[in-house]
């Protein structure tokens, strides 16, 4: 038995219950798949009804009902019925012209049984053949998985796991990556295979716009198509899809789902594989960040052909994990390398990653639109963030991205650059790209920490001490209220106190600080001090008050 075909009115006619069956109407619809058979006796079925049943009636319910026989098939017709079946007998003599001319305008299989009938062995018969199908299915899925998963392990898995699927399901089998061209399996002429493949691209991006739900089906030019996604480490890889001249059912999509499951792991093979072979250009590019490569070395190792004049713009990203991440373990570097690598590729870069001890460093060049390279380098960090933070991993990342850079040779200052949003970014949070820091880049410029000592000792050194010695808050309370422009609610609200305790804590620093603190240039000079704390010492503090 043929499990991947469906079990159709064309089936069941087949069956020796309907020998004295016979088609009035829609003769050529025949093919229509049965999902379940329904006996209805009734005139008010809306709730009853889900879609591809086969219907047996005798029309009992039109002498006390009060729609007509014609209502009653256009209602069923409406509501996506397989087919009607009607026993002829005390109930309906014979069918209304109506009834036939409706059902053959609609293309709607219409079929009477001369004889009678009983319904129940027909239910029994029909459901006991529908549900053995469906196990033979689950058991024909199982082995097929099988199949799929043994082929990932030899050459060419991805192309005869295609083969394999289309062989067995007998549709067009569409391969549809996020990088590279475009598969058919059988070859589609391009006169067909460009115009289908432009359409499922117009449809992924308005999935990705309305965030449709995925696996995706819909009608296009009279054949159905079937897409579902190809995810691994949380991220889609690729599109797998079938061409199907019939709507659809849920073995397709199971079939899918196990194949593109078998694909993702054949995918992520090779990708582990090839960021393997790549070690040694995490030793290439670790030179290039610490400035020992010349510009020579440095185009010969890109192998891209870049004229000197035509290289493309770049920055240092910087990943971070903590302490509780297994660096040490060789398969998690190359699994953190190998997502990282794919976030950036998504988003138009091409990334050159070094591992740094326990960082990992991203010389990322800009292939995409030059205007929109700082939102999608964004979105690529954003992704990085959710993934480390999914499970197994569970992992607090922090990032930094240094200047946007057209100079080869500038790369170790882009390293600094983001090494210094780093340090900012361990004690406040919001920052990312070293433009964002603002104030913190003159603070972090190199050689002026021992001047950055003395400044905040001059300006903050009374406050510090008198939370040290005396376990106290001011120091939090001074930086919270000169934020908020010394709007006391605000500040209250923010250090969850009353105002009472706010005021002592004013009176406390105008006496270390002196009456004049409030003054535009104090203001500035304690608001400057305030942010060089976090670099000179080793603990800074919430506006909870919570050291961290």
């Not at 209502?71 to 509501?79: H, P, R, S």
């Not at 001319?101 to 219409?110: H, K, N, S, V």
């Not at 030899?154 to 295609?162: D, M, R, S, T, V």
């Amino acid at each position: 038995m043929d499990t991947a075909r469906r079990f159709t009115i064309q089936d069941a006619l087949h069956r020796p219950l309907f020998k004295d069956a016979r088609v009035v109407a829609g003769e050529n619809q025949l093919e229509r798949p049965i999902r379940w058979v329904h006996i209805l006796e009734v005139t008010r079925f809306e709730h009853l009804i889900r879609g591809g049943e086969m219907i047996l009636t005798t029309g009992i319910a039109f002498r006390s009902g009060t729609d007509s026989p014609v209502t009653y098939l256009a209602k069923l017709i409406d509501l996506g019925v397989a087919c009607l079946c009607i026993e002829l007998g005390e109930y309906f003599i014979r069918l209304p012209q109506e009834m036939v001319e409706l059902a053959e305008r609609r293309g709607f299989p219409l079929i009477v049984f001369e004889k009678t009938v009983r319904f129940v062995d027909i239910t029994q018969d029909l459901h006991s053949h529908i549900i053995h199908r469906h196990h033979d299915q689950i058991r024909q899925l199982e082995s097929l998985s099988r199949q799929f998963h043994r082929l990932t392990l030899a050459p060419q898995g991805l192309e005869n796991i295609l083969k394999l699927l289309h062989e067995h399901c007998g549709h067009p089998v569409l391969f549809l990556p996020i990088q590279g061209t475009p598969l058919s399996i059988p070859t589609l002429p391009p006169e067909e295979r460009e115009p289908l493949f432009t359409c499922i691209r117009a449809r992924l991006e308005r999935i990705k716009r309305e965030q449709e739900i995925m696996p995706l089906a819909w009608e296009q030019e009279g054949r159905h198509l079937l897409l579902h996604p190809i995810q691994a480490l949380g991220q889609t890889w690729a599109y797998l899809g079938l061409v199907c001249e019939t709507p659809p059912e849920e073995y397709e999509s199971l079939l899918l789902d196990g194949s593109s499951l078998a694909i993702a792991q054949d995918l992520l093979r090779k990708r582990y594989l090839e960021e393997k072979k790549l070690h040694s250009e995490h030793l290439w590019v670790n030179d290039w960040l610490l400035g020992r490569l010349s510009e020579s070395d440095l185009l010969y190792h890109l192998d891209s052909n870049y004229e000197q004049t035509a290289i493309p713009s770049y920055r240092v990203f910087l990943l971070e994990l903590p302490d509780a991440a297994p660096w040490a373990l060789d398969d998690f570097r190359y699994e953190v390398s190998l997502m990282v690598r794919a976030a950036f590729e998504k988003q138009g870069f091409r990334p050159f990653i070094t591992m740094q001890n326990a960082r990992l460093a991203v010389v990322a060049f800009n292939q995409g639109p030059h205007p929109s390279e700082g939102s999608r380098l964004r979105h690529a960090c954003q992704e990085i963030d959710h993934l480390c933070q999914q499970n197994p991993w569970n992992l607090q990342p922090l990032m930094g991205v240094g200047r946007l850079r057209d100079d080869l040779l500038q790369a170790p200052a882009a390293l600094r650059e983001a090494h210094q949003v780093l340090t900012v970014t361990r004690r406040e949070t919001g920052f990312l790209f070293y433009e964002d820091l603002g104030v913190y880049q003159l603070l972090l410029h190199p050689g002026i920490h021992q001047n950055l000592t003395t400044f905040v000792r001059d300006h903050l050194g009374p406050v510090i001490d008198h939370d040290r010695v005396k376990g106290g808050d001011l120091l939090n309370t001074l930086r919270v209220y000169l934020d908020h422009n010394g709007s006391k609610k605000e500040v209250a609200d923010k250090l969850h106190i009353v105002r009472q305790s706010l005021y002592y804590r004013l009176q406390k620093l105008e006496s270390l600080l002196g009456k004049d603190y409030l003054s535009p240039d104090r203001k500035l000079t304690l608001q400057l001090a305030l942010r060089a704390y976090p670099i000179v010492y080793s603990e800074w503090v919430k506006e909870d008050g919570q050291k961290k």
